[in-house]
């Protein structure tokens, strides 16, 4: 499996990493009810197909995805990196609060050390920068946090580049995880090159934009979604958009095809395509499902597939437009 170093660090990932946000199971952003067993299976699938990586947060599941890790982790002598985060809480109704108080974050740390059973977090990343008015205080425990030793590189998640510019002038940022994917690209015009130029790697997440460019969505799974998935809630879940991407998708699977590779790792490795992208968080909930998305770091796209890829999103985006301009 590939591995990429992640800007001006030590650390080198592999360009598939595990990402556990469904696998924490329900809270106000879940993705619906989850069996533990198919989550911990997934967590030590990932690494048996050479995973080095696992990015988790405190809000998956409310301290359950990191408790998670932690049960798996006593199932196996090898150790992944681990990149967890702070800055969102969560109430008895399960529900996000944004916090980025030092003495919260201080607190967070210490609570995800004792869930994870770990000494130290090797990616500590601020979740969101809101409140915006105090990302720089939360930056500054959190740099402290690595002088401490309690965390080895420190980044950042969901930031707008003028909020960068801000916590770099503090403390270098080691990494940026924003959404990347075929349907979300704006990354590409501003960030990507920041990035670069100053040493941030890149880990990106929902490459297969929560599950819908992996090929196996249909108007029925999305009528038998749980009603506590947040995906509902989600612009590309509802019509025109769900029809119109189910069209995309069954071109795209002609690409994948050709190169005798799932749909899903098409579209992972259309994100790799990139060389500024250090990585891609693939989420998974079970076994099967990384056992068939972790091949996508050897999938090299040629210019041919990139542009045959390239023709069906334009074509996608033609007959969005005509669509919601109908509206």
């Not at 599941?61 to 969560?90: D, M, N, V, Y």
Request: hydrophobic fraction near 35%.
């Amino acid at each position: 499996m590939q591995t990429r170093q992640l800007g001006y660090t030590d650390l080198n990932l592999t360009t598939v990493g595990l990402g556990t946000w469904a696998m924490g199971g329900p809270w106000q952003h879940g993705w619906g009810p989850q069996d533990d067993g198919e989550a911990i299976g997934a967590i030590l699938m990932a690494l048996e197909k050479g995973v080095n990586w696992i990015d988790t947060a405190p809000i998956y599941g409310c301290g359950h995805s990191e408790e998670l890790i932690a049960q798996a982790l006593k199932q196996t002598s090898f150790k992944p990196l681990i990149a967890t985060k702070c800055s969102l809480l969560w109430n008895e109704k399960r529900e996000k609060i944004n916090c980025l108080k030092k003495e919260s974050i201080r607190k967070e740390c210490h609570d995800s050390l004792k869930r994870l059973g770990v000494e130290v977090i090797d990616l500590y990343q601020m979740h969101w920068g809101e409140p915006d008015e105090d990302i720089e205080e939360a930056w500054e425990e959190m740099a402290n946090l690595k002088k401490q030793g309690k965390v080895r590189h420190i980044g950042i998640s969901n930031f707008k580049l003028e909020q960068i510019k801000r916590v770099q002038k503090i403390h270098p940022v080691a990494s940026l995880q924003p959404l990347y994917s075929m349907f979300r690209r704006n990354i590409e015009d501003e960030f990507m090159a920041y990035c670069t130029e100053n040493n941030i790697g890149l880990v990106t997440y929902s490459p297969m934009q929560r599950g819908l460019l992996t090929g196996k969505f249909t108007h029925e799974k999305l009528a038998n979604l749980p009603p506590d998935d947040w995906r509902l809630q989600n612009i590309e879940f509802q019509e025109p958009r769900f029809s119109l991407i189910l069209e995309l998708v069954e071109k795209l699977k002609k690409i994948a095809e050709r190169k005798a590779i799932p749909m899903s790792q098409l579209a992972i490795s259309w994100v790799l395509r990139k060389k500024e992208v250090t990585a891609a968080i693939v989420g998974a909930r079970s076994p099967s499902q990384i056992a068939e998305t972790a091949g996508a770091s050897d999938v090299e796209l040629n210019a041919e597939d990139i542009d045959q890829i390239e023709n069906r999103l334009a074509e996608y985006e033609e007959q969005l437009s005509l669509k919601e301009g109908k509206k």
